[in-house]
């Protein structure tokens, strides 16, 4: 319990110095506001069954991955600068607490760059959509928020209460281009871990997660009339790592976007097993 | 800014969850080991019993996978990919979210995760087993896995639970290379449960 207590200290320290990084999400819209396109912003249109929290994942371009790498080589060397003065304190502790018959202290490990404790490039590319805070609620909740442009994947659900669901095992991906709102239909996150009379509930496994392409009959907020609204193209996503420690799923298949064998998850514009299944990182 | 705040924060959360889950995630979801693994030196338990009420009532809780026509390496990348998934799952609040006007500043997200601390300890840990063995069960199931129940005696001999306390990296390593072998082994006698 105290090394957990310790080692949340230390993460919080680090929050200080944390990585920046280009700002992911830049806005998301109230009901009142007026929507206006900018030509270098991508704007990202949906609608939910009920008003959570939703998490998107940014893939990284090569200005990011610059940036990412420049900022953990600094990383890194801080960590073996601090490694030095550590064990400089180190072997001058061992004689004096050897002398005096305590016990020796740990010896600190050397930083690697495989072994750096430093965020992966996707936790810093990351947004969420505020549940709490949609378009409309009448007919139904929608979301609109204004993102830079690049390509999005549906990372899943994300509580404060342990609620929530990563659709680490399969889920859909999305180009969000500059100047228009790109509509991603509805997403459908029922069969998450949630609170209920201050317990965590954990349903059973089962796949009942959603996401739902628009069409023709899908209904528009007018907040987004007049303006250049188009369907996203979805493309079968890999499997991503539980990066934030949730109950996991995946989601139903889309004809003609994934499928699966198995875990095996099918590029189901192709019939073909995606080339790269799992997301590494870096 | 506000969004970046709440990525750092929850990195921050994932970090106390699970110590050095960043520096475990380079090699997370890995699809096989970097030096094959000779299944002949890998020790499993005995797994016969004679099925009681008790142990069925316990199925929920201790059970173990094995699919068919599946050889050691790749149940064994299957295994680690799927504790992966289920390893350092995160602390639940219970009762200690952080109130919404808050929600989106920094320290905001540092009051709920130092209140939910002490939660999380007294409450946490039932919930965090529970929630790994559905992420098992979920995982497991995908990939088309059988789940066949056991006796707590003979699961805790290959298996481990991640409550307040995780194994060693080393126990964990010996116990995933025991429910490979098992899990590409034999084909037991008994009734599969749902997933």
């Known amino acids: 319990m105290i090394a957990r207590i310790l080692v949340l200290l230390a993460a919080i320290a680090g929050l200080a110095a944390a990585p920046a990084g280009a700002q992911t999400l830049i806005r998301q819209y109230k009901p009142k506001e007026v929507v206006t396109l900018d030509p270098g912003t991508a704007y990202i249109l949906y609608r939910s069954d009920e008003k959570v929290d939703i998490r998107f994942l940014r893939t990284p371009d090569e200005a990011d991955w610059v940036d990412y790498r420049a900022q953990r080589a600094q990383a890194l060397a801080k960590a073996t600068r601090t490694y030095a003065a550590a064990m400089a304190s180190y072997d001058r502790n061992q004689d004096y607490q050897q002398k005096r018959g305590q016990a020796r202290p740990t010896k600190p490990v050397e930083p690697t760059d495989e072994t750096l404790n430093f965020p992966s490039i996707e936790l810093l590319n990351l947004f969420d959509v505020v549940g709490g805070r949609a378009l409309t609620k009448e007919p139904e909740y929608t979301y609109l928020v204004a993102v830079r442009p690049g390509i999005y994947t549906l990372y899943g659900q994300i509580g404060l209460s342990g609620t929530g669901v990563c659709l680490c095992m399969g889920s859909v991906s999305f180009d969000a281009p500059a100047g228009v709102v790109t509509d991603i239909g509805e997403i459908s996150l029922e069969g998450t871990a949630v609170v209920m009379a201050g317990v965590l509930y954990i349903p059973e496994p089962g796949m009942k997660q959603q996401v739902i392409p628009r069409n023709a009959a899908t209904w528009l907020p007018p907040q987004v009339s007049g303006l250049t609204v188009q369907s996203a193209e979805f493309h079968a996503a890999p499997k991503m790592p539980n990066y934030f420690g949730l109950m996991i799923d995946r989601v139903q298949p889309i004809k003609g976007v994934i499928s699966y064998q198995r875990d095996t998850i099918v590029d189901d514009r192709t019939g073909q097993p995606l080339p790269k299944q799992i997301v590494t990182a870096r | ?195």
């Open chain 2, 1 to 195: 800014m506000r969004s970046r705040y709440w990525a750092v924060a929850l990195a921050a959360m994932a970090a106390f969850a699970a110590p050095g889950a960043w520096a475990q995630e380079a090699a997370s979801l890995a699809v096989a080991p970097a030096v094959a693994i000779d299944p002949a030196t890998v020790e499993i338990p005995d797994l016969g019993f004679v099925e009681t009420p008790e142990h069925i009532e316990n199925y929920d809780k201790y059970f173990y996978f094995v699919r068919a026509d599946t050889d050691f390496a790749t149940a064994y990348a299957d295994v680690r990919e799927c504790d992966d998934y289920a390893r350092g799952l995160r602390f639940f609040n219970m009762g200690v979210d952080v109130p919404y006007p808050y929600a989106g500043t920094l320290a905001g997200a540092l009051g709920g995760i130092l209140g939910s601390v002490l939660s999380d300890a007294i409450s946490g840990s039932a919930q965090r087993r529970q929630l790994r063995r559905t992420n098992l069960r979920t995982c497991m199931g995908y990939k088309g896995y059988g789940r066949f129940g056991l006796p707590k005696a003979i699961w805790v001999k290959f298996n481990f639970s991640e409550g307040n306390s995780p194994p060693s990296e080393a126990d964990r390593e010996t116990c995933l290379r025991q429910q490979a072998k098992i899990a590409s082994g034999a084909m037991p006698q008994r009734r599969a449960l749902g997933r």
